[in-house]
């Protein structure tokens, strides 16, 4: 399914429920606005509601995203469903956004690739009047690299060689805000449901959405239950998180406005996560025209070359 579609569900939903529509027929309503597979999930789930089901199992054993599944937890706990789902929506149609925008910064580098690994198989092809689908084996090797390259990432999510790859140095800059934003928003949700700062941690384990990371959570949410760390604050830097989101949340859990600092440091990491992700674009798109200049001026001067040999010149003479 899609980021958008789940944001749009979401959506819908918040706004059903607030307005105090039955959970079964907000759901019904909301899958059948949102469309594709949330159509069979809304009426599912409304139907387990209806029946007094909890929504968010139904959810967890649907597959839907951890982190919905954890705000709706929190939500149903609380009270607050309307709000939670409201903030799962603006987390999707961000992701969504963001995902959109480095596509279409990404289209033109890719094209221009394209055409470069077309271009040195024209002269070759003339020359030897062969076929023209040869001009498709440059483009063909790309994408059988690019293919590689997503088989490979997905064998290494399935044994969990890709959580620890991003938590190294280069991808951690990168990654890191995302675990956090995701990490926040439980949190706050959960501190909202009236949880301790162990359970807060359990939950937060289940949807941050990185298995290293999570074990990690796990771990410390024992050692806050044995005493061996006081607070919040001591267990989020016993994780790694860095020291200026962990000075705010400190400042909240000091002076019991908790929930409102997370949900800050949430946003701020967030933006952090965007802004990282946008700069990474552009110099990966700055990397594929080095590499597309440097590769057709290689071709050129083959070419020239190959034009003055044959004509019996020295070309550097």
């Known amino acids: 399914m899609s980021w958008r579609q789940t944001a749009g569900f979401y959506r819908q939903l918040a706004v059903m429920t607030r307005t105090g529509m039955p959970i079964g027929n907000a759901l019904r309503l909301a899958g059948e606005t949102a ?17 007094g089901a909890n929504l968010a199992s139904q959810m967890t054993a649907a597959g839907e995203p951890v982190l919905a ?3 709706v937890r929190a939500g149903e706990t609380t009270g607050r469903l309307p709000d939670l789902c409201a ?9 969504n956004a963001l995902r959109g925008l480095a596509i279409g910064r990404l ?27 040869w001009l498709l084996l440059g483009p063909a090797v790309l994408w059988a690299v690019i293919i590689s390259v997503v088989v490979a990432g997905r064998i290494w999510h399935a044994s969990g060689l890709l959580a620890r ?32 700062i162990r359970s ?5 384990a289940d949807a941050v959405g990185n298995r290293v990371l999570a074990a990690r959570l796990r771990a410390t949410a024992q050692l806050v239950d044995s005493g061996a760390i006081p607070n919040l604050t001591a267990a989020l830097k016993d994780i790694g998180m860095p020291e200026s989101l ?9 002076s019991g406005a908790l929930e409102k600092t997370l949900d800050q440091a949430a946003v701020a990491a967030r933006e952090s996560f965007q802004t990282r992700a946008l700069w990474s674009t552009k110099i990966f798109t700055g990397l594929i025209y080095a590499v597309v200049v440097v590769y057709v001026a290689w071709q050129i001067i083959g070419l020239y070359s190959g034009v003055m040999q044959a004509a019996g010149g020295d070309p550097y003479s």
């Open 69 to 71: 599944c954890a705000l």
């Open 35 to 51: 469309g594709g597979s949330y159509r069979a999930r809304g009426l599912q789930w409304s139907v387990g509601c209806t029946g």
């Open 107 to 133: 289209v033109y580098p890719a094209m221009l690739l394209h055409v470069a690994l077309i271009v040195p198989a024209v002269p070759a092809m003339i020359a030897t009047e062969s076929s023209p689908w």
């Open 246 to 254: 962990r000075a705010l949340i400190n400042s909240g859990e000091q």
């Open 200 to 204: 807060a941690l359990e939950l937060a």
């Open 165 to 196: 790859i991003a938590l190294l140095p280069g991808p951690r800059f990168v990654i890191q805000p995302f675990l956090i934003c995701n990490l926040c928003l439980v949190l706050a949700a959960a501190i909202a449901a009236g949880l301790k």
């Open 87 to 95: 903030r799962i929506a603006d987390h999707f149609d961000q992701l």
